[in-house]
Nanobody, 124 residues
Framework: QVQLVESGGGLVQAGGSLRLSCAGS????????MGWFRQAPGKEREFVAS????????YYADSVKGRFTISRDNAKKAVYLQMNSLKPEDTAVYYC?????????????????WGQGTQVTVSS
């Protein structure tokens, strides 16, 4: 069983930065692919970024490419999302997710464990 706890959300002005953290537990965390998803009010949950167990090739939604960076530290059982040049349309609840394979995916249905989410609000 893996438990995920996100932190680092908050209120920021457009153009600002935030760094989200996801703390994981469980002995197998380091062998799982990880992803970040977000959900705005009235909208479906959407893919933001993903990273395989090795921290190798990362994937991003087109809307965040060049602004967001996903990374992981397996020794600390943590995953991060550095968000720069934030826009009001980035406002959402951000969720960390773990997939019980080493390989990442952009489909939320492929993920097995989810955190409780952290709110990110970007003011214009």
């Amino acid at each position: 069983q893996v438990q995920l706890v996100e932190s680092g959300g908050g209120l920021v002005q457009a153009g600002g930065s935030l760094r989200l953290s996801c703390a994981g537990s469980g002995a197998t965390f380091t062998s799982y692919a990880m992803g970040w998803f977000r959900q705005a009010p009235g909208k479906e949950r959407e893919f933001v970024a993903s990273i395989p167990w090795s921290g190798g090739i990362t994937y991003y939604a087109d809307s965040v490419k060049g602004r967001f960076t996903i990374s992981r530290d397996n020794a600390k059982k943590a995953v991060y999302l550095q968000m720069n040049s934030l826009k009001p349309e980035d406002t959402a609840v951000y969720y960390c997710a773990a997939r019980r394979t080493p390989y990442s995916s952009s489909y939320y249905q492929d993920y097995d464990y989810w955190g409780q989410g952290t709110q990110v609000t970007v003011s214009s």
